[in-house]
């Protein structure tokens, strides 16, 4: 009798290598509710809409905000002096986890209009800011968070607002914004 032939081990397959990761690339949208302080002739109230495209280190921002109207004495005389602005930001960030630390540029305009005199007069001009933002998401679940930032920025153009010919308001060096909203992320 012939022995029978050994068996030949079948080869094992090597596994493919893992794709290297792609960078996570998502959408946000939200809203968020707004009180800052030097916008406007008095403190203020505002409401802002985003979208967001973020990676796992960087982020960009388009934002809508519009701040409602403040009414304060002139504090040049008699009379009343109204503004209410609207603007858009744009806000680049770097980011670790939740946190963010952001650089702010906006675009806008301020409408204001004067009361309580003889002559009452109204007008509208642009304005630009620049400054920075800190911020912080916690996530809710995964595909909603709580967000929450702190605004500094100087407006390029310091813009006054005048009652009969003398100014009863200038905008200070710095304006400040706390914010709070929600954000809705896609993949």
């Known amino acids: 009798p012939t022995p029978a ?111 309580g005199i003889t002559s009452p007069r109204s007008d509208s001009a642009l304005f630009a800011t620049a400054g920075a933002r800190a911020g912080f998401d916690w996530p809710l679940s995964a595909m909603l968070a709580l967000r929450a930032h702190v605004d500094l920025a100087t407006d390029l153009r310091r813009p006054h607002l005048q009652v009969d010919g003398t100014d009863a308001w200038t905008a200070p060096r710095i304006a400040a914004a706390v914010g709070a909203g929600f954000a809705a992320h896609f993949e």
Request: proline share 13%.
């Open 5 to 115: 032939p050994a068996p030949t081990p079948t080869p094992t397959p090597t596994p493919a290598p893992a794709p290297a990761s792609a960078p996570v690339r998502r959408i946000a949208v939200g809203i968020a509710a707004i009180g800052a302080l030097g916008a406007e002739p008095g403190p203020s109230a505002a409401i802002a809409a985003f979208v967001e495209v973020r990676s796992r280190v960087a982020s960009a921002s388009l934002e809508v905000r519009a701040d409602a109207p403040v009414t304060v004495a002139s504090s040049s005389g008699p009379g009343r002096v109204t503004a209410w602005s609207d603007q858009v930001l744009l806000v680049p960030c770097l980011r670790l986890d939740a946190a963010s630390l952001c650089a702010l540029g906006s675009l806008g305009t301020v409408v204001a209009w004067s009361s």
